[in-house]
């Protein structure tokens, strides 16, 4: 995958753009080997993962404020043709896709931190945050990202929690009743 990477950064059919992607994957596959040589404990570890989850707050709130105030999306253009002219939000990024695909990632590190807190105020801060990520994806109105979470939260379930699981096995049949008609 690196040689095929630095391959399509100079003989890539985007131009410039290919070699914009080419650097972000080169160094998202470096901050990989940054990430296993610094994490070398399960109490660093937590601090990493803690430190993100707070600090998603950010983009959370900013979500939330362009949803109050009605300027969501200010880069974005397709919001009077969305939804009935539905404002989508994009927090600090200029797409809401993107910002659904950043929530993704977030929303998964926010539910680790969860399942590893050790007291019950913790769990409570960092359940606020999952669920304030949450409604910023609602927000999003990015139905890819939605799949997208329910998979990934199953995946992080399976690899924390196994006994996690039956409760979305009783969710399921509810769905129907919760989720969109479109």
Same mark, same amino acid.
């Given at each position: 995958?690196?040689?095929l990477? !630095?391959?399509?950064?100079?003989?890539? /059919?985007?131009g $410039? *753009?290919?070699?914009?992607a080419?650097?972000?994957? !080169?160094?998202?596959?470096?901050? /990989?080997?940054s990430?296993?040589?610094?994490? $070398?404990?399960?109490?660093?570890?937590?601090?990493?993962?803690?430190?993100?989850t707070?600090?998603? =707050?950010?983009?959370?709130?900013v979500?939330l404020?362009? /949803?109050?105030?009605g300027?969501?999306?200010?880069g974005?253009? *397709?919001n009077?043709?969305?939804?009935?002219?539905?404002?989508?939000?994009?927090?600090? /990024?200029? $797409?809401? $896709?993107?910002?659904?695909?950043?929530?993704?990632?977030?929303?998964?590190?926010?539910?680790?931190?969860?399942?590893?807190?050790?007291?019950?105020?913790?769990?409570?801060?960092?359940?606020g945050c999952?669920?304030?990520?949450?409604?910023? !994806?609602a927000?999003?109105?990015?139905?890819?990202?939605?799949?997208a979470?329910?998979?990934?939260?199953?995946?992080?379930?399976?690899?924390?929690?196994?006994? =996690? !699981?039956?409760?979305?096995?009783v969710?399921?049949?509810?769905l129907?009743?919760?989720l969109p008609q479109n």
């Amino acid at each position: 995958y690196f040689v095929l990477t !630095l391959y399509h950064m100079f003989a890539g /059919f985007a131009g $410039n *753009d290919s070699m914009l992607a080419a650097m972000i994957h !080169l160094s998202l596959m470096l901050l /990989f080997f940054s990430v296993t040589i610094v994490v $070398n404990s399960k109490k660093v570890f937590k601090k990493i993962i803690f430190a993100i989850t707070v600090s998603t =707050l950010y983009t959370s709130i900013v979500g939330l404020a362009q /949803f109050v105030l009605g300027k969501g999306g200010m880069g974005w253009s *397709d919001n009077d043709e969305y939804i009935g002219g539905l404002s989508r939000i994009s927090s600090t /990024f200029a $797409n809401p $896709n993107v910002y659904g695909e950043f929530l993704i990632i977030t929303i998964c590190i926010s539910l680790v931190a969860i399942l590893l807190s050790d007291s019950w105020m913790q769990r409570i801060v960092f359940g606020g945050c999952f669920a304030l990520q949450l409604v910023n !994806l609602a927000l999003t109105y990015s139905r890819g990202c939605y799949i997208a979470v329910v998979l990934s939260v199953v995946i992080v379930v399976w690899c924390c929690d196994k006994r =996690l !699981l039956s409760v979305g096995v009783v969710a399921i049949p509810i769905l129907p009743y919760v989720l969109p008609q479109n």
